[in-house]
T-cell receptor
Framework: KQEVTQIPAALSVPEGENLVLNCSFT??????LQWFRQDPGKGLTSLLL?????REQTSGRLNASLDKSSGRSTLYIAASQPGDSATYLC???????????FGQGTRLTINP | EAQVTQNPRYLITVTGKKLTVTCSQN?????MSWYRQDPGLGLRQIYY???????DKGDVPEGYKVSRKEKRNFPLILESPSPNQTSLYFC??????????FGEGSRLTVL
């Protein structure tokens, strides 16, 4: 059974710092991995999608990497801003099943 | 604008009173899915649909029904809601194996 773990559960950093969020999964048979952002009481916003054949994706200050063999992904946020404060979730799409398995998320707070 | 629209956004109901949460997407996506989000349990898949008239159970389908008569719509039906179905519900859609787009969520309270 695929399990997705995100560490840490919560993170608080000063504005301007670069930071890394971690995601690990137990089964490497995945189609893709997706990072989402969720603001309190809101829906999920897709940030980056990495297909299983890719190693990384970049969008603005965000960079996501994927190491399928070790079951790990990282989301790198450069020059963090207070507006980046949110919960970040990673999810993997399991091969052979149209099922997205989510991690529990990392609640990020950027302090001005 | 590409979007997934859910209604209602907020609903308070009583045990046993049938309700439907609608979901509509305007991106011509084949795949649609319903999730519930609960504190400490994260997001769990209820049902999904690969295309019109094709639906399948997710991890927590008990107490829910779905239908996919049209490509754009994927309603979630609670025939006899119970308090343990109080939750935040999300509908999502994508092309197969593609980026998943979520609705804004529907907060349901069952008394």
């Amino acid at each position: 059974k695929q399990e997705v773990t995100q560490i840490p559960a919560a993170l608080s950093v000063p504005e301007g710092e670069n930071l890394v969020l971690n995601c690990s999964f137990t089964d490497s048979a995945i189609y893709n991995l997706q990072w989402f952002r969720q603001d309190p009481g809101k829906g999920l916003t897709s940030l980056l999608l990495i297909q299983s054949s890719q190693r990384e994706q970049t969008s603005g200050r965000l960079n996501a990497s994927l190491d399928k063999s070790s079951g790990r992904s990282t989301l790198y946020i450069a020059a963090s801003q207070p507006g980046d404060s949110a919960t970040y979730l990673c999810a993997v799409l399991i091969q052979g099943a149209q099922k997205l398995v989510f991690g529990q998320g990392t609640r990020l707070t950027i302090n001005p | 604008e590409a979007q997934v629209t859910q209604n209602p956004r907020y609903l308070i109901t009583v045990t046993g009173k049938k309700l439907t949460v609608t979901c509509s997407q305007n991106m011509n996506h084949e795949y649609m899915s319903w999730y519930r989000q609960d504190p400490g349990l994260g997001l769990r898949q209820i049902y999904y649909s690969m295309n019109v008239e094709v639906t399948d159970k997710g991890d927590v389908p008990e107490g829910y029904k779905v239908s996919r008569k049209e490509k754009r719509n994927f309603p979630l039906i609670l025939e006899s809601p119970s308090p343990n179905q109080t939750s935040l519900y999300f509908c999502a859609s994508s092309l197969h194996t593609g980026e998943l787009f979520f609705g804004e969520g529907s907060r349901l309270t069952v008394l």
